[in-house]
């Protein structure tokens, strides 16, 4: 086993410079940061799991960073608040139509680094891959329990 490509692959460093530098002029053009077009594309894929606390449960940003990039992309109209009918205390955070558009671009990027990325690996290959990278997070997961 490459030893060295494991470290590159789990590290996730090439992927995430790959990536900011494919929303390079995406970020330009809407006025956005990198947290800014995570938080819209977590949103947008997460489901029911849609309010900052479900942000903060990813340990990807602090709460603090959460806050201010909600508060920004509310501002420029990215997102609205809407208050949960059971508890009032939670607020859901809702994509816009201009957010829409913006997360049609951001899913064509990553579609074409994913068509990049997985050049000349087989079908099996990357079955074989997505099961063990999930096997690799839970462990991960496990150990930080």
Do not use: C, W
Not at 24 to 38: F, N, P, T
Not at 90 to 98: A, F, G, N, V
Not at 104 to 118: K, P
């Amino acid at each position: 086993m490459d030893q060295q490509a494991l470290e590159v692959i789990l590290s996730g460093n090439q992927f995430k410079r790959l990536y900011e530098s494919e929303i390079a002029s995406l970020r330009e053009k809407y006025g956005l940061r990198k947290i800014d077009v995570e938080i819209l594309y977590f949103l947008y894929i997460s489901g029911e799991k849609n309010t900052s606390k479900d942000l903060k449960e990813l340990q990807l940003f602090t709460k603090g960073h959460i806050s201010q990039s909600v508060d920004r992309m509310k501002q420029a109209e990215f997102i609205e608040y809407r208050t949960d009918a059971e508890d009032r205390r939670r607020i859901h955070l809702l994509l816009t139509d201009k957010a829409i558009k913006v997360i049609g671009q951001i899913s064509s990027i990553r579609q074409q680094m994913y068509e990049t990325i997985f050049q000349g690996i087989t079908p099996e290959e990357k079955e074989a891959l997505l099961s063990v990278a999930a096997k690799i997070a839970k462990n991960m997961e496990r150990a930080l329990s």
